[in-house]
């Protein structure tokens, strides 16, 4: 059935009317400016996807296009964030907190509710709060991006480094509170916080670790970025992947910059997997390894060009291995199954030291090469793995249609312990699952000393929200203690529910089975 | 006015007769075995304080002696440990966990409310239940010493570290779930765990981590001891420190066994201290420091020898600082001021790179000596961070009388940014503190890269009990919030407030104002 284009359309949250919601709208207007809250509601042409991420994206669940917000509201500041909540509890309006969300895989943050408010905090408090060089720590707001990051330390020359993830174009803090990660020895970002400042869904103000101890005349506490953790219980996890406060400040410790050495492994056959996990193992628990490791299939390495699929193969079905190992010829590291990136830090000798066990771990498998930087050209991958593990954000041109947040790695990333033969059946599940849908199949595994994430991402992720829902589920021990503790604490901190429901599973009484649930 | 001597008196919790009391007792007795509930109602001898440490201890804080527990529970199973809350629901009684507690300041738990009944979860609960080489893990329940852990390994002479605290008699998950820390790279041991069972308040069984995940056929998940985060909110931290809940096992990854070396500095003056500090922190930052060093005043040279101080020194005020050089001369490290004990790891000409670095930081302070564990007698202090510091536990005999859990540290433990100036005030204030109570001071200080504990203990620590309520307290920003966040959680965890109220200044609504808070 189709609509004549002109039509002025709304969506409009959940058990709120046009009126009711225009009263709220004004309502919050009034508080922090009319600017600042903006109602979605211009007639949809096709043509004006360009400039706007956050409010729709491209693809149709069910019918008509359902996760749209209502309106997106752009706080100044941190008491603008609590008269927001405020606001969200008062008229009871499920709201989305993102930090930046601009180049996020071109689709950005839909809310999980239609008709939810987003909560771009990025859009005006972006700015450093500081930069701390003697105690290597610096504090933000969630509207700075690696880049800026990156530029500001520039500026002030401090020889201190940031860990970054592929894209840099993210937020320093909403990466981490998603608990994304990066390549350098840092890479847990979330590990290498120190001290929030979080706008709970009561609209209370909380700050952890040393903040929660008042400064000298109400200044900040000076060692909030230099010691994790307050007396009593440690919160700050509970905030990371949960709808349980919205972060306005977050605290990072900074590397301090050294010299360091970027480099990859090919393995030349498929049945080489289960013994590069094994020889990888240990020198990981002994640390000898400077960061996560990545190990890629060959596939990957064909859409890292960025050129269309089309040129190597015709017809939309998978390739088959033959196509792939035609066209892998051509490319700089040439025919192979397997690359694994590396990256070694501290001064030179115990760099080469290091190296030389690596070298003599992989020895055992036959048709191993070693490459450096130099040794393929300017717009390999490789070149950007040295920025990336020296804590210089990149921004690849990557060309595909697609719509994830961070857990688009942990969705196809089962955890597996890292062992052969583990890693093995993980595989060929990975393979038959790939065949079942008829998709190429291009995995990356990061592997850790003693567990390895198996990461795959696709084309159309249709049966993928259904199943992150699914992935909350899936942690269902004793019949799912943790879904229910999480909901007991979510009830506890956000009474009235507004604070993204359904964020990673978790979906309040109100709005259980009343399908949104995919 | 006296008791005679035979009288029976039993301390009740608090709202419970006599009777309700026993009914309760008997209703738990059929519940787990008489055995394992012992009411503590024996006329009180004095000479019966030799074997049983957790009822009861030699303070008087006010008159008559209250600090005492009703009875003690020893569970034998989580099955049981959930018979216990459940039970502890019913009859609103509150329970005390602890895991092992033994030599604990020879005076373990007591419980903060009197009559509390005090759950002893180490005596039956006691067995490795694995150890995962491969892995580089083990999983223990709380009654697991240190101990226990190094035999265990020892016999299946596996090449693996644990990390261990001075008191090698303590719990590994009690110590851990006190976020205690030691002085190996681990030395954070709650950052080392990886997996926790919980029994909650609410007597629902609870899994963290990877555990969450079923395994197959309800076997344990594979990963539990190999990745720390399950989807969504990191829950682990809220169970440290707090009265969240009840841990009856957890997952800890070990070290393997590596090359190391420790060693001291010796510095000449009192005023050497800034400089010693701002030469300290970019060897932290940079991890050039194998381990978390300790900087301590010669005073506690003196005392760590266990000779009484009346040999040094007559009448009970201070020791004058004249005294104390006098006395440091015919130490083996001679007279000087401060004493700067590290450990590098890795190997030897890591080692030695290190050791340089290190020596040419502190050269800039004139006086400073190097020594190493050969060039002082076998029964000096620096022969037992040898132990400590490659996971050998240790069992000093300690001569002065306490009682304090871990935060005895951080009580006198102002934590500063690691800073000369900032050092330098605290340590005048500390001595001025000193004098105005007539003590000697032997500090030791723990120092990180962006921080410091300046750490203390004294004799009677009765302001301490009062001051460990104050501490809660002091985490204040924003009126209370923290605290606040707490016992909402609180309420919605614990109704019935029956696990250990009072833990961490966490009062619960039940227990406020009645006189039990010093
Ligand atoms: C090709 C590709 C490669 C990628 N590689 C990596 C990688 O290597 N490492 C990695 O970590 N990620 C990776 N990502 C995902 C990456 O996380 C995101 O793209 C980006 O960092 C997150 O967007 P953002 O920083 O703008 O945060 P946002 O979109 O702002 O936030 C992410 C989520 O966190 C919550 N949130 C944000 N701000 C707040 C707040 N202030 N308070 C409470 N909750 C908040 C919201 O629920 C939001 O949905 C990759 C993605 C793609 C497409
Ligand atoms: C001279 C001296 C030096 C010391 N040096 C160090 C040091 O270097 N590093 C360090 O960390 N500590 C140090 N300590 C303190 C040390 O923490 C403790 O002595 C010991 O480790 C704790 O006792 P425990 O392990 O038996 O735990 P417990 O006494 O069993 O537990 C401690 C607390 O944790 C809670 N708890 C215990 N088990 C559970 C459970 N299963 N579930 C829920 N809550 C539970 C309880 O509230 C209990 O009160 C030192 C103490 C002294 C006196």
């Known amino acids: 059935r189709t609509l004549p284009s002109s039509q002025p359309r709304l969506r409009l949250p959940p058990g709120l009317s046009e009126s009711g919601f225009e009263v709220a709208v004004k309502d919050l207007q009034q508080s922090i400016g009319s600017g600042n809250v903006v109602i979605n509601d211009q007639p949809l042409q096709d043509g004006w996807y360009l400039e706007h991420p956050n409010t729709h994206d491209a693809f149709h669940v069910v019918e ?35 930090s930046v969300g601009r180049n996020v895989g071109y689709g950005g943050a839909a809310p999980r509710v239609p008709g939810g408010v987003v909560l771009d905090l990025g ?19 969630p509207g700075v991006t690696y880049f800026a990051l990156y530029e500001e330390i520039l500026r002030r020359n401090l020889p201190l480094w940031i860990d970054c993830p592929d894209l840099g174009g993210g937020s ?22 120190c001290g929030m400042e979080i706008v709970l869904p009561s609209g209370e103000l909380l700050r952890t670790g040393m903040g929660a101890l008042p400064g000298k005349d109400g ?7 230099s010691f994790q953790n307050n007396f009593g219980p440690k919160i700050d996890g509970i905030f990371s992947q949960s709808n349980f406060g919205i972060v306005t400040k977050m605290g990072f410790w900074l590397l301090h910059d050294m010299p360091h050495q970027s480099y990859c492994f090919t393995f030349a056959k498929d049945e080489d997997f289960p013994h590069i996990v094994d020889a990888i193992r240990p020198l990981a628990q002994k640390g000898v390894l400077g960061n996560i490791p990545q190990l890629r299939y060959i596939v990957q390495e064909l859409n890292v060009t960025g050129r269309r699929k089309s040129t190597f193969h015709s017809g939309n079905g998978p390739m088959t291995r033959e196509e792939i190992r035609n066209a892998a010829k051509e490319l700089p590291l040439g025919d192979c199954s397997w690359i694994f990136y590396g990256t070694q830090y501290g001064d030179e000798a115990a760099i080469e030291r290091q190296l030389d066990t690596i070298k003599k771990a992989f020895s055992s498998i036959p048709g191993t090469k070693f490459w450096l930087p130099q040794d393929v050209p300017e717009d390999h991958y490789l070149h950007s793995r040295v ?17 994830l947040p961070n857990a688009a790695h942990l969705f196809f990333s089962p955890i597996t312990p890292t062992r052969g033969k583990d890693a093995q059946k993980i595989h060929d599940i990975i393979v038959a699952g790939h065949k079942k849908y008829g998709f190429d199949i291009f995995p990356t595994l990061c592997i850790a000393g003693r567990e390895m994430h198996y990461i795959a991402n696709k084309r159309r992720a249709v049966a993928l929200l259904r199943e992150l829902d699914q992935v909350a589920r899936t942690y269902s021990w004793n019949d799912q203690a943790l879904l229910k503790f999480n909901e007991t604490m979510k009830d506890a901190l956000d009474p009235n529910r507004i604070l993204a429901p359904g964020r990673c599973g978790i979906w309040p009484k109100r709005f259980r089975d009343r399908g949104w649930e995919l």
């Open 172 to 193: 320093v803090l909403g990466n981490a509170i998603d608990r994304g990660v990066g390549y350098t020895p840092a890479g847990d970002h979330f590990a290498n916080h």
């Open 219 to 225: 200044a900040d506490n000076p060692t909030w970025q």
């Open 123 to 141: 859009k005006r408090m972006h700015s450093i709060l500081n930069i701390d060089g003697e105690n290597a720590s610096c504090m933000v707001e």
């Open 387 to 403: 920025q990336l593990c020296s804590g210089v954000p990149i921004l690849r041109e990557l060309d595909w249609l697609n719509w």
């Open 64 to 98: 008509q296009e359902e996760l749209v917000c209502s309106a997106v509201v752009y706080p100044g500041s941190t008491e603008e964030v609590q008269t927001v909540v405020r606001w969200a509890n008062e008229h009871l309006v499920p709201i989305y907190p993102i």
